[in-house]
């Protein structure tokens, strides 16, 4: 992101590189981005390593800035988390979600499954399942192909009332993912209370194969306890063949990452559904 002035300018670690007062006007121009319509998905394509096959894709928030240009969720979602405006935008994203799902399927991707992040500070909003439930219900769509992903701190934040909502969202079909795997330590067992289908395997991870003994050991732990309790494991992150490689050996289930596509807007993602779909 670039100021006015053309100086360089960046957002992360805001608390101590930028002042309270230019926080607020992020925040007010994030307010207004919001309604403005500054606020825009990009989507990266999950692939199954068995058959190559796109079976998911991730939304990812960017903020096109009319002063700063595009701006990454890193440096605009930590200050949604603190002023509340992640809870609307939150719903945003999921309503947008819901009618890229809907768009999908009249183009003949029916089984395609859709990600959306949830921050732990959407459990805050104790009308969260409600409305969700309602979103979901107005784009009547297949709601086995909506997966929120969140991670182990969201949930363990309020761990009870967390279990209740994913239960709830559960029982109408949307899947879960848990995001991040193996960067925070809570214990595993705990997880099997919780209706989750999916593991993600954090990145540091995945770009620590075939550099340290270490993160093939967690990367295999966490394929095998996934496995075990009866969940998928995708790998983010993957940039080169042969992490991919290394993976498929682990027996991961999915891949995301640079390799095999960046995110990407709207326009760009049906042409590159299609054309996998032909190769
Ligand atoms: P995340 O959920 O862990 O998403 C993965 C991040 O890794 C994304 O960054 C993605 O662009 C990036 N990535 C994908 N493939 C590769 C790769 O091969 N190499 C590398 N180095 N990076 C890769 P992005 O889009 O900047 O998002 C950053 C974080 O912001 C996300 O991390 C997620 O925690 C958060 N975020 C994004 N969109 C939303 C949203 O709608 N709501 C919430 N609450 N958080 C969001
Ligand atoms: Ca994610
Ligand atoms: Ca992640
Ligand atoms: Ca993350």
Redesign the pocket.
């Known amino acids: 992101a670039k100021q006015d002035d053309g100086t360089s300018f960046r957002f992360y670690d805001q608390q101590f590189h930028i002042s309270a007062g230019k926080q607020l006007e992020m925040e007010a121009d994030l307010r207004t981005a919001l309604r403005a319509g500054d606020l825009e998905l990009?989507y990266?394509p999950r692939v199954e390593l068995a058959t190559g096959d796109v079976r998911g894709v991730?939304?990812?928030?960017r903020w096109n800035h009319p002063r700063l240009g595009m701006v990454?969720?890193?440096e605009f979602?930590p200050l949604a988390e603190r002023s509340g405006l992640?809870v609307p935008i939150?719903y945003w994203?999921i309503d947008q979600a819901c009618q890229r799902l809907r768009e999908l399927a009249d183009l003949g991707f029916a089984e395609l499954v859709l990600a959306?992040?949830?921050?732990f500070r959407q459990f805050h909003d104790r009308k969260m399942t409600e409305t969700i439930f309602r979103i979901i219900y107005n784009a009547n769509i297949d709601t086995s192909l909506l997966e929120l992903?969140l991670t182990e701190s969201a949930m363990m934040h309020d761990p009870d009332y967390a279990r209740q909502c994913l239960r709830e969202l559960n029982e109408l079909g949307v899947n879960f993912a848990l995001?991040?795997f193996g960067t925070g330590f809570s214990s595993l067992s705990n997880l099997q209370h919780f209706p989750i289908a999916l593991v993600k395997i954090d990145?540091s991870f995945v770009q620590g194969l075939g550099e340290s003994v270490d993160s093939e050991h967690i990367i295999r732990a966490i394929i095998s306890l996934a496995h075990s309790l009866d969940m998928n494991v995708v790998a983010?992150?993957?940039?080169t063949y042969a992490q991919m490689e290394f993976l498929r050996l682990l027996n991961c289930d999915h891949v995301?990452?640079?390799?095999f596509a960046?995110?990407m807007p709207w326009g760009k993602l049906v042409p590159f559904l299609r054309n996998q779909r032909q190769s």
Do not use: A, F, H, T
């Open positions: 990009y990266q991730e939304c990812l928030l990454m969720p890193d979602i992640i939150g994203v959306v992040n949830l921050s992903e995001d991040d990145k983010e992150g993957v940039e995301q990452g640079y390799y960046r995110p």
